[in-house]
Nanobody
Framework: QVQLVESGGGLVQPGGSLRLSCVAS????????MGWYRQAPGKQRELVAA???????NYGDSVKGRFTISRDNAKNTVYLQMNGLIPEDTAEYYC?????????WGQGTQVTVSS
């Protein structure tokens, strides 16, 4: 049974930083493509960033240059470093793992950017 557990969300002022973590269990994590998605109220879920098993990365246009995705296979963990946060980044952030044809999701962590 694959489980993904996110942490690190919270309330931050505009311009601030947060680091999200997603720990995977019950899986060969190093083979997974991992990603972060977010969903704001009334909006569709969108890709924030993704990282392959080899370390190649991809970012949504709205976060390029501000967010960085990374992974530590020894710790079964993927991170999302978020800098220069703006109110439009407010959303529920979800971790996703993909292996072959299977998709796995975490339960989400809320990020709120507000003064």
């Amino acid at each position: 049974q694959v489980q993904l557990v996110e942490s690190g969300g919270g309330l931050v002022q505009p311009g601030g930083s947060l680091r999200l973590s997603c720990v995977a269990s019950g899986t060969s994590f190093s083979f997974f493509v991992m990603g972060w998605y977010r969903q704001a109220p009334g909006k569709q879920r969108e890709l924030v960033a993704a990282i392959t098993s080899g370390g190649s990365t991809n970012y949504g246009d709205s976060v390029k240059g501000r967010f960085t995705i990374s992974r530590d296979n020894a710790k079964n963990t993927v991170y999302l470093q978020m800098n220069g946060l703006i109110p439009e980044d407010t959303a529920e952030y979800y971790c996703k793992g993909v292996y072959l044809t299977r998709n796995y999701w975490g339960q989400g962590t809320q990020v709120t950017v507000s003064s």
